[in-house]
T-cell receptor, first 115, second 113 residues
Framework: DAGITQSPRHKVTETGTPVTLRCHQT?????MYWYRQDPGHGLRLIHY???????DKGEVSDGYSVSRSKTEDFLLTLESATSSQTSVYFC??????????????FGPGTRLTVL | DQQVKQNSPSLSVQEGRISILNCDYT??????FLWYKKYPAEGPTFLIS?????DKNEDGRFTVFLNKSAKHLSLHIVPSQPGDSAVYFC????????????FGAGTRLAVHP
């Protein structure tokens, strides 16, 4: 357990409304990530952060923005939700593993449905 | 263009036998590879990893093999147990690239008695 929580765990919203998902970690990890999981695609990186106020785009960043004003919180915002953003969203942190590389540990996920 | 591919969407294995899950990658710059296990309604759980300087890593019932010349890795589970039934994701990263992971699409393993 890497001390990662996500809120809300489930959300149903309507097309065009703004939505913010929160990822909270308690162990002061520097790197944080947002992924979405869709059938047939595995997990795809939306945005990541390498420190407070330091963020960058991932593979599928269109329609999403992020903010990290403090180490423990990484927020993902859908400015105007669309049906194509219906997905399961996972937050992750990165930890140095025993194998010489970094391993990511994931939160429990947020299931978002956009009607 | 998928850089990490898991070509088998599903695999069915009898309890006690070996499960072999396969993964191929295209980018020779990847230098660290990981396997994750995912149960429904939960986040992925880290299982085992391997650095590109090795060709095998073992942890209990789980062994990962890396064949760099073929750009192929595999996860062996011996013996398979019903609790191993889950979706398994292969992932790869560049150690200098903010540790970003590229995932395969996953293989659903079913272990039946």
């Amino acid at each position: 357990d890497a001390g990662i929580t996500q809120s809300p765990r489930h959300k149903v919203t309507e097309t065009g409304t703004p939505v913010t998902l929160r990822c909270h970690q308690t162990e002061n990890h520097r790197y944080m990530y947002w992924y979405r999981q869709d059938p047939g695609h595995g997990l795809r990186l939306i945005h990541y952060s390498y420190g407070v106020k330091d963020t960058d785009k991932g593979e599928v960043s269109d329609g999403y923005s992020v903010s990290r004003s403090k180490t423990e919180d990484f927020l993902l915002t859908l400015e105007s939700a669309t049906s194509s953003q219906t997905s399961v969203y996972f937050c992750a942190i990165s930890v140095r593993g025993t194998g010489g590389g970094y391993e990511q540990f994931f939160g429990p996920g947020t299931r978002l449905t956009v009607l | 263009d998928q850089q990490v591919k898991q070509n088998s969407p599903s695999l069915s294995v009898q309890e006690g036998r070996i499960s072999i899950l396969n993964c191929d990658y295209t980018n020779s710059m990847f230098d660290y590879f990981l396997w994750y296990k995912k149960y429904p309604a939960e986040g992925p759980t880290f299982l085992i990893s391997i650095s590109s300087i090795k060709d095998k890593n073992e942890d209990g019932r789980f062994t990962v093999f890396l064949n760099k010349s073929a750009k192929h890795l595999s996860l062996h589970i011996v013996p398979s147990q019903p609790g191993d039934s889950a979706v398994y994701f292969c992932a790869a990263c560049f150690s200098g690239g903010y540790n970003k992971l590229i995932f395969g699409a996953g293989t659903r393993l079913a272990v039946h008695p």
